[in-house]
């Protein structure tokens, strides 16, 4: 049979972590032929939790899944993995300044960086979902010299998966219908879902749904504190939407891109379309399932291009504010 593929996942006895070691140890993530391993990485007051979710995976007998390490050592957590899923981050507490916040989750990713580049797999991809994601990414990615930038993703699809289903519920379609739909800059409510460029049944989705102040003024902001919203409602964040948002970008990256189609991802931008080179922004990719590339020839108009500004400004900010505190 096929060797498994090693996948570490970070905060594993998270909320995201719960609804996310499931889909993969099922073979969701990488298919219903294809063994996997889990690396599974805590701090040490999550262990004891992360012991109970490990005996739930065990009481799973899932025919895919070949071994379970459980640990707070990055070393041993990140040996041999074939994907980092770097979900753990410290949340913002009451009380915490944006820089405090960006010091302290900067030097989480820094040790993770260096544990990445020194004991993974040769193949490692990375992607970060712990948050403020990109900037993160951007930090470890700074860290491990001998990984190739085009290895590290951060998580925009949640976003993307929310706008698509806010358009098909406004034009009465099933979500399939709804396509190529980008998500452009950070993670954060400053995100642009592009509903220009977005099709739905292949028709331009802003000529469908044809009410530009409906899309302007409320499903931009819908789509920017669907958080906040979930948060509200809930009582605790979004976890199995953000599990099932990383399944989609494992997946996205490691099948064909459908014709004529796209996926957002966060990536390191190299100046596609005026966006800031060296830092890590949602842009559409397409990918073979192995080598991906920024999809080119999208006509932005000037409310998008404005939109892309203001968020990468953010983003642009916000590793200027990350790399003074990790040198303070
Ligand atoms: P959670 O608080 O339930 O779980 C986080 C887990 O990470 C905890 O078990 C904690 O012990 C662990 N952890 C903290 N620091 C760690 C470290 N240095 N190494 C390893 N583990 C560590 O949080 P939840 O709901 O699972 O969310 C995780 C992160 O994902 C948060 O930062 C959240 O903001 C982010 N997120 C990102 C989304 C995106 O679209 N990019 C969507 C939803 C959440």
């Given at each position: 049979s096929?060797?498994?593929?090693?996948?570490?996942?970070?905060?594993?006895a998270?909320?995201?972590?719960y609804?996310?070691?499931?889909?993969?140890?099922?073979?969701q993530?990488?298919?219903?032929?294809?063994?996997v391993?889990?690396?599974l990485?805590?701090?040490?007051?999550?262990?004891?939790?992360?012991?109970?979710?490990?005996m739930?995976?065990?009481?799973c007998?899932?025919?895919?899944?070949?071994?379970?390490?459980?640990?707070?050592?990055?070393?041993?957590?990140f040996?041999?993995v074939?994907?980092?899923?770097?979900?753990?981050?410290?949340?913002?507490k009451?009380?915490?300044?944006?820089?405090?916040?960006?010091?302290?989750?900067?030097?989480?990713?820094?040790?993770q960086?260096?544990?990445?580049?020194?004991?993974?797999?040769?193949?490692?991809?990375?992607?970060v979902?712990?948050n403020?994601?990109?900037?993160?990414?951007?930090?470890?990615?700074e860290?491990?010299?001998?990984?190739p930038a085009?290895?590290?993703?951060?998580?925009?699809?949640?976003?993307?998966?929310?706008?698509?289903?806010?358009?098909?519920?406004?034009?009465?379609?099933?979500?399939?219908?709804?396509?190529?739909?980008?998500?452009?800059?950070?993670?954060?409510?400053?995100?642009?879902?592009?509903?220009?460029?977005a099709?739905?049944?292949?028709?331009?989705?802003?000529?469908v749904?044809?009410?530009?102040?409906?899309?302007?003024?409320?499903?931009?902001?819908k789509?920017?504190?669907?958080?906040?919203?979930?948060?509200?409602?809930?009582?605790?964040?979004?976890?199995?939407?953000?599990?099932?948002?990383?399944?989609?970008?494992?997946?996205?990256?490691?099948?064909?891109?459908?014709?004529?189609?796209?996926?957002?991802?966060?990536?390191?931008?190299?100046?596609e379309?005026?966006?800031?080179?060296?830092?890590?922004t949602?842009?559409?990719?397409?990918?073979?399932?192995?080598?991906?590339?920024?999809?080119k020839?999208?006509?932005?108009?000037?409310?998008?291009?404005?939109?892309?500004?203001?968020?990468?400004?953010?983003?642009?900010?916000?590793?200027?504010?990350?790399?003074?505190?990790?040198?303070?």
């Amino acid at each position: 049979s096929k060797p498994p593929i090693r996948v570490a996942v970070t905060g594993a006895a998270g909320q995201i972590g719960y609804a996310l070691l499931f889909r993969i140890a099922s073979g969701q993530m990488f298919g219903p032929d294809q063994p996997v391993a889990l690396n599974l990485i805590e701090i040490e007051p999550g262990l004891k939790p992360l012991q109970g979710v490990v005996m739930e995976l065990d009481d799973c007998a899932f025919p895919l899944l070949t071994e379970v390490v459980q640990t707070s050592d990055l070393a041993e957590g990140f040996k041999g993995v074939n994907w980092a899923l770097l979900v753990g981050s410290v949340p913002r507490k009451a009380g915490m300044e944006r820089a405090d916040l960006l010091g302290i989750n900067g030097k989480i990713f820094v040790g993770q960086g260096k544990a990445i580049n020194d004991n993974a797999a040769k193949d490692v991809r990375i992607l970060v979902v712990g948050n403020p994601c990109n900037t993160n990414c951007l930090i470890a990615k700074e860290h491990a010299p001998d990984i190739p930038a085009d290895r590290w993703f951060a998580m925009t699809r949640l976003d993307e998966n929310r706008a698509k289903t806010q358009l098909a519920q406004k034009a009465g379609v099933p979500v399939s219908e709804v396509t190529n739909l980008c998500v452009w800059g950070n993670h954060s409510p400053s995100m642009y879902p592009d509903f220009y460029t977005a099709k739905i049944g292949g028709k331009s989705a802003a000529e469908v749904i044809g009410d530009e102040a409906w899309l302007k003024e409320t499903f931009l902001p819908k789509v920017g504190k669907r958080g906040a919203e979930i948060i509200g409602a809930r009582g605790a964040s979004s976890a199995a939407s953000a599990a099932n948002a990383v399944v989609d970008t494992v997946v996205a990256l490691t099948t064909p891109t459908a014709p004529g189609s796209f996926t957002s991802v966060c990536v390191l931008s190299n100046g596609e379309y005026g966006v800031p080179e060296g830092i890590i922004t949602s842009l559409p990719i397409r990918t073979d399932g192995n080598k991906w590339e920024v999809v080119k020839g999208i006509q932005l108009n000037e409310f998008s291009k404005e939109k892309i500004a203001a968020s990468n400004a953010e983003l642009t900010e916000e590793k200027k504010v990350a790399f003074e505190a990790l040198q303070g």
